[in-house]
């Protein structure tokens, strides 16, 4: 019977833990600025800052849409203008 109810614990702890991670996820505001405390690290090639990693992994939901919007490409040609 122990065994039982430790297994139904952990089955509803993996429940709970797979649904609260794309609400997580879905909480982060995209915003490219958030990323300024990485620019050190951009134009310097210095080792990021720890606040930079942070901000990196708050952000990563957000990278793909970044790397598809024209305004955030630097020193490209935009074909659209």
């Known amino acids: 019977m122990m ?3 430790a297994m139904c614990a952990l089955v509803l702890v993996a429940l709970v833990v797979v649904e609260v991670g794309p609400m ?3 909480a982060v505001t995209c915003n490219p600025t958030q990323l300024t405390p990485c620019l050190p690290a951009i ?4 080792a990021p ?3 930079c990693c942070q901000k990196l992994k708050e ?3 957000c990278f793909c849409g ?3 919007n024209p305004s955030l490409k630097h020193g490209e040609k935009n074909p659209e203008k």
């Open 59 to 61: 952000q990563k939901p």
């Open 3 to 5: 065994m039982k109810s």
């Open 43 to 46: 134009n310097s090639g210095s």
């Open 49 to 51: 800052s720890s606040a």
């Open 66 to 68: 970044y790397l598809k």
């Open 24 to 26: 997580a996820e879905a």
